[in-house]
């Protein structure tokens, strides 16, 4: 069965600093991997994904991240936050194994300090 | 182009009082459907899912029930809500057969009192 992990619930991190936030999935088969961006009050909207290709895929915002099979990880990353992408990510795989219903990591709460 | 219409945005209401949350999709033809609660602290709780109209799988059992009365229609309700109820509630669809992720609605904000 598939399963997402992402381990930080939390990551504060200053305005204009790098910032890594982890996904881990475990599954049997090929996967699509997808990262979801929650602001506050809101659905979640589809901030990047990756289906097959190139295994760095990017965001029309400056987030981008990379499908590691070895590793199986798919980890999000943007070189600069701005207080803007104060929100909560949430990364989900889905496949054969899940009959392509997404399976949901617990999120990660990215907290930008002045 | 393909829309997802979630409402009411925010809804406050007595325990014991009924539910009705509506979502429609708009542009695409037999999705298959989700209504999502978030409580606070917590992450994304699937709690029922259809593939078609009359046709509802249901993932925990609660004191909610969903309906799928047409194509492009998701009903979630209560016949009286709990306390326990409170939290925010997204409607989400996907094409079937396309690994392409979901598409979410704004969510209702839902606070039993």
């Known amino acids: 069965a598939q399963s997402v992990t992402q381990l930080d619930s939390q990551v504060p991190v200053f305005e204009e600093a790098p910032v890594e936030l982890r996904c881990n999935y475990s599954?049997?088969?090929?996967?699509?991997l997808f990262w979801y961006v929650q602001y506050p009050n809101q659905g979640l909207q589809l901030l990047l994904k990756?289906?097959?290709?190139s295994t760095l895929v990017e965001s029309i915002n400056g987030f981008e991240a990379e499908f590691n099979k070895s590793q199986t990880s798919f980890h999000l990353r943007k070189p600069s936050v701005h207080i803007s992408d104060t929100a909560e990510y949430f990364c989900?795989?889905?496949?054969?194994?899940?009959?392509?219903?997404?399976?949901w990591g617990a999120g990660t709460k990215l907290i930008i300090k002045p | 182009s393909q829309t997802i219409h979630q409402w009411p945005a925010t809804l406050v209401q007595p325990v014991g009082s009924p539910l009705s949350l509506e979502c429609t999709v708009e542009?695409?033809?037999?999705?298959?459907l989700y209504w999502y609660r978030q409580a606070a602290g917590r992450g994304l709780q699937l709690l029922f899912y259809s593939v078609g109209i009359g046709q509802i799988s249901s993932e925990v059992p609660q004191n909610l029930s969903a309906s799928r009365p047409q194509d492009r229609q998701f009903i979630l309700s209560s016949k009286k809500l709990l306390l326990s109820d409170s939290g925010f509630y997204l409607c989400?669809?996907?094409?079937?057969?396309?690994?392409?992720?979901?598409?979410f609605g704004s969510g209702t904000r839902l606070t039993v009192v």
């Open positions: 989900a795989v889905s496949g054969r194994d899940s009959n392509y219903q997404l399976i």
């Open positions: 599954s049997s088969v090929s996967v699509y």
């Open positions: 990756y289906l097959s290709g």
């Open positions: 989400a669809w996907r094409v079937p057969g396309q690994g392409y992720g979901y598409t």
């Open positions: 542009g695409t033809s037999n999705p298959n």
